[in-house]
């Protein structure tokens, strides 16, 4: 049997077995509608209430502060044209790394006649805040930036830039899709007014995510229909998927503190062992203020997609910096916004790491890894023979 | 995305990688979307390909595709590269996914550039010992 190991806990990660335990009763016997005013309805109002509570607790905020939705896109949506929306007009501010969910739902309110000013990051994926502060107009409405970079995983300056869009009164929304439940979030301390989060990133199931909305935020509904989560977002709860969230949130807060330090500590060994065996090798995102799993690197004179599927031939899943479709080749937005070159942008790789991954299979890797894109470098006509 | 056993066997194994010293053609093909290249060796003894090298730089598909190219080419004539086309190629990998035929593109484009250099210069090497002739 070939060894598995999964590095890519940024794309998604396997349900905790406590979830799905959590989750089976509400196909079952607590399958009603939340909505619904006997017994049945009454059971699945219970499973909603109490992931609600458990999320709000985990945020330290208040139950009727939070909504759900059927993914991080969504809220993402939801969040940027839904603030957008409710004011007609006006300016908004966002990184140039930002997740396409929301850097697309800001081009699309461009060409629906909203300014957008795109911040910079520096060569570590870093936004300045000063340029955040100079970007400010006086029809400015909202501010956007994620809390960690899911390619490259830098941890953004987002209590300073929430300082600004508060002295301002601007609002501000911060897509934490890949930093919640990974490091601690303080929604007051921040400044947050909207806060995208999801579930599957977190060993909860696919299909279910988070926005927080602060009291008195003036939003418009993207969907309409029946008054669910305080006429914010029409349409019957996802219940089992929301208990699965809910519990996996509870996982969570108990988990990770230590499972942050773990994954450092398997993060930089990884990097140490590549760094250390490939030349010609470099570390793409910010050195320190880092997601706690993730490293991305750049090989030079190797594409990475030949290395994910050597890798997966190997059984190790990872994903490459920059995505083929149809024989086109872009390479990845967040390093081109970083100014790395093209040809190390071209050989850029990412792994996650997660709580199932042990030492022993960063090992493994470094046993495959090296050898695997010294043989890659042989092929290629770019390496220098 | 799945590829099939053939093409994954091209990669993992790879027949006649590497340069090649003094070929007697050289040709290479880039496919401008994603930057994905090649590069044809040609070893040609009375007319017909004696050894075929690669060099490439792209995706496992283009990789694997240029590996099965040069078993393609191995004892054709030189003219017969010319009439090689993606389809052969395609075929000798056991299928592309729509999404990967640039691989095929590249490797024909090579295999053609290799072809028609070693012509170039064979052309060029009669008309140099004509000259001398006269």
């Known amino acids: 049997m070939i060894r598995r190991v999964y590095l890519d806990h940024n794309a998604s990660t396997q349900v905790h077995p406590e979830v799905v335990a959590a989750m089976l009763p509400y196909f079952g016997e607590r399958f009603g509608n939340p909505s619904s005013v006997h017994g049945f309805g009454r059971d699945a109002r219970d499973g909603l209430d109490t992931a609600r509570e458990t999320i709000a607790r985990f945020l330290r905020t208040g139950k009727d502060e939070l909504l759900f939705t059927s993914g991080g896109t969504e809220s993402d949506n939801l969040a940027v044209k839904g603030v957008a929306w409710a004011r007609g007009s006006g300016h908004i501010i966002a990184s140039r790394i930002e997740h396409h969910a929301v850097l697309h739902t800001c081009q699309a309110l461009e060409a629906q006649g909203f300014a957008l000013t795109y911040l910079p990051v520096d060569e570590f994926g870093m936004v300045d805040p000063d340029d955040a502060a100079r970007a400010v107009r006086p029809d400015t409405i909202l501010i956007t930036v994620m809390h960690a970079n899911s390619e490259v995983g830098t941890i953004q300056p987002v209590s300073e830039i929430g300082r600004i869009a508060r002295e301002r009164g601007i609002l501000f929304h911060v897509d934490a899709i890949q930093t919640f439940g990974k490091v601690p979030i303080d929604l007051d301390a921040f400044g947050i007014d909207l806060l995208s989060f999801s579930g599957h990133k977190i060993y909860g199931p696919k299909g279910v995510a988070g926005l927080y909305v602060r009291k008195k935020t003036k939003m418009v509904a993207l969907q309409h229909g029946g008054d669910h989560e305080r006429r914010r977002r029409a349409g019957t709860e996802n219940v089992p998927g929301i208990v699965g969230f809910g519990k996996a949130v509870e996982i969570r807060a108990r988990e990770m503190e230590a499972e942050r330090a773990r994954l450092m500590a398997l993060r930089d060994r990884l990097w140490a062992g590549i760094s250390g065996e490939v030349p010609e090798v470099r570390l793409n995102g910010h050195p320190t203020s880092r997601l706690p799993g993730t490293l991305n690197v750049s090989f030079r004179h190797v594409e990475s997609e030949s290395i994910v599927l050597g890798l997966d031939l190997k059984g190790v899943a990872v994903s490459a910096g920059s995505a083929c479709t149809s024989g086109n080749v872009e390479p990845s937005h967040v390093l081109v916004a970083m100014g790395v070159p093209l040809d190390w942008a071209m050989g850029a790789l990412r792994a996650s790491l997660g709580r199932e991954n042990s030492p022993e299979d960063i090992g493994y890797v470094l046993q495959v890894l090296p050898p695997l894109v010294e043989r890659l470098r042989r092929l290629s006509p770019a390496a220098v023979s | ?134």
Request: charged content about 25%; proline content about 4%.
């Open chain 2, 1 to 134: 995305m799945n590829y099939s056993d053939r093409l994954v066997d091209h990669f993992r194994n790879p027949r006649n990688a590497g340069m090649m010293r003094n070929p007697d053609g050289v040709g290479e093909d880039e496919y401008q979307g994603c930057g994905d290249m090649t590069r044809f060796y040609l070893r040609v003894m009375d007319g017909r390909v004696a050894d075929a090298r690669f060099q490439s730089y792209g995706c496992g598909p283009t990789i694997a595709a240029s590996s099965a190219g040069t078993e393609l080419a191995a004892g054709r004539s030189v003219e017969e590269l010319l009439t090689l086309t993606e389809q052969d190629v395609t075929l000798a990998v056991g299928g592309l996914p729509p999404e990967r035929q640039h691989a095929a593109q590249v490797v024909v484009g090579a295999i053609r550039a290799a072809a028609y250099d070693h012509l170039r210069r064979r052309d060029a090497a009669l008309a140099g010992r004509a000259t001398e002739r006269v």
